[in-house]
């Protein structure tokens, strides 16, 4: 079963850059996918970027892609979010999310059955 632990996030102007990372343990799964979402009040929760563990393989919503950047630190078993030229339509709470050993789909939160607790990221114009 993974654990999830989110850091980073903060406040930050727009066009500014903002880092988050998710240390990850107490799973062995051979298949995984993490991601990280977003969701502000009143909507649902959004992809915002997903790595293949296994192979590095990376997705982006069309939102970011080109300023955010996933990454992933085997040895620490991480994976960070640098978030670039950010935007204040950025605004969210961020989550980590953990797919458990199943082929996962950045447009699928359903996929992920592990979650973070959240970090909010906040871009002021």
């Known amino acids: 079963q993974a654990q999830l632990v989110e850091s980073g996030g903060g406040s930050v102007q727009a066009g500014g850059s903002l880092r988050l990372s998710c240390a990850a343990s107490g799973y062995t799964d051979s298949v995984a996918f993490m991601g990280w979402f977003r969701q502000v009040p009143g909507k649902e929760r959004g992809g915002v970027a997903a790595i293949y563990l296994d192979h590095g393989r990376t997705f982006y919503a069309d939102s970011v892609q080109g300023r955010f950047t996933i990454s992933q630190d085997n040895a620490k078993n991480t994976v960070s979010l640098q978030m670039n030229s950010l935007k204040p339509e950025d605004t969210a709470m961020y989550y980590c999310?953990?797919?458990?050993?199943?082929?996962?789909?950045?447009?699928?939160?359903?996929?992920?059955?592990?979650w973070g607790q959240g970090a909010q990221v906040t871009v002021s114009s």
């Open positions: 999310a953990h797919s458990g050993g199943k082929w996962a789909w950045l447009s699928r939160p359903e996929d992920f059955g592990y």
